[in-house]
Nanobody, 124 residues
């Protein structure tokens, strides 16, 4: 069972990135999925999640309007499209899956499977 995150990198303020997270060893369709981030010296923060069927989403206030979460259950993959990035978005981003459905605010302990994290750095 594995989640493999990718797509992070260095981007200028105002730029965009798309993070991907591919699941293997289990069917992502049965899980709600989410993205967390952790900046240096800060607690892990849940930024967005989406229900198993894709019909319901949640966004933290800090990212609302700038991030879009999506999933492709046929590819066992989820995505996080990030727009209008700010310096304060700099963090390691983690994908995660939970059998509990989407709950807000997001809590790390509710998520069963975790990806390894991908670094997003927003800097000029």
């Amino acid at each position: 069972v594995q989640l493999q995150a990718s797509g992070g990198g260095l981007v200028q303020p105002g730029g965009s990135l798309r993070l991907s997270c591919a699941a293997s060893g289990f069917a992502l369709v049965y899980y709600a999925i989410g993205w967390f981030r952790q900046a240096p010296g800060k607690e892990r923060e849940g930024v967005s999640c989406i229900s198993s069927g894709g019909g319901s989403t949640y966004y933290a206030d800090s990212v609302k309007g700038r991030l879009t979460i999506s999933r492709d259950n046929t590819k066992n993959t989820m995505y996080l499209h990030m727009f209008s990035l700010k310096i304060e978005d700099t963090a390691v981003y983690y994908c995660a899956a939970t059998p509990l459905g989407i709950l807000a605010p997001m809590k790390s302990y509710e998520y069963e499977y975790w990806g390894q994290g991908t670094q997003v750095t927003v800097s000029s």
